[in-house]
């Protein structure tokens, strides 16, 4: 084997999603086959429709393919039940959102112990400590007792990354997170995401930007739900 055959965290062979309506069906991927590495900071783009949130839901395990097999480290998910999908996911990916969807009526710091005690890794007794320091590495620590509606968008959004990161996942996804934030703060959001993948993070986001200044490893184009072109840019 190969050493970038052992790096391998995530593959896809030939996943494709049909969704079917009353009057016909709709193909959203096409025989999507990707690879990724561990630590590999990848972007994935295209227009409105081209499959970008599916191909997150599938890598997500929050939707299913229709024909395709994921495997992660190895593993296959499709043959997961539902509940050890759930766990799976939680021990193993966390997610970001374009609006942070933090929960309005905790504070940051208990919506990260909420995050904890959901998937029950992280022992008790560190949880406390392990939230002040991811809150010090997103650049929010002073926030920590406010209530999330008192903080900026980009501060907001350092708080659910920070949450994405509570249970120590391996992998990081993010569906346009920066979509709703200026472009400064977008810059920041991603030198973050960007700081995360060299620590050893995998992380992947769907971004419409493409004058984003971020710096993937990887940019994947969807076209109608298949892999138009990758860029693989100097890391
Ligand atoms: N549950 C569903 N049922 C039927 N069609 C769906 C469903 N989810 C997505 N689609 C269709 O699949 C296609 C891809 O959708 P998807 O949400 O993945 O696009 P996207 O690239 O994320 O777009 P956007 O940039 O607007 O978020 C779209 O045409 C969409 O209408
Ligand atoms: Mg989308």
Do not use: C
């Amino acid at each position: 084997m190969t050493t970038e055959m052992n790096n391998l965290i995530l593959t896809l062979q030939d996943v494709s999603k049909e969704f079917q309506s009353k009057e016909r069906k709709f193909i959203a991927l096409k025989n999507i086959n990707l690879k990724i590495e561990k630590g590999e900071y990848l972007a994935i783009t295209g227009k409105s429709g081209s499959g970008k949130s599916t191909l997150l839901n599938m890598i997500t395990g929050i939707d299913h393919p229709t024909s395709g097999i994921i495997n992660f480290n190895g593993n296959s998910i499709n043959k997961l039940s539902e509940t050890k999908l759930a766990k799976w996911r939680g021990e193993n990916i966390g997610i970001v959102f374009q609006f942070f969807q933090l929960i309005p009526t905790l504070t940051i710091k208990e919506n990260l112990l909420l995050a904890m005690e959901f998937v029950n890794v992280i022992p008790k007794s560190d949880r406390l400590k392990r939230i002040n320091d991811l809150l010090q590495q997103v650049g929010i620590a002073e926030h920590a007792t406010k209530m999330p509606s008192s903080l900026s968008g980009g501060e907001q959004q350092r708080a659910a990354i920070a949450r994405a990161l509570a249970n120590n996942p391996e992998i990081i996804v993010a569906d346009e997170p920066t979509g709703n934030l200026d472009s400064k703060t977008a810059d920041s959001i991603n030198t973050l995401f960007s700081s995360l993948a060299n620590s050893g993070k995998t992380v992947i986001v769907v971004t419409h930007d493409k004058n984003s200044t971020a710096k993937y490893h990887r940019i994947v184009n969807l076209l109608d739900g298949e892999i138009e072109s990758q860029t693989i840019q100097n890391k």
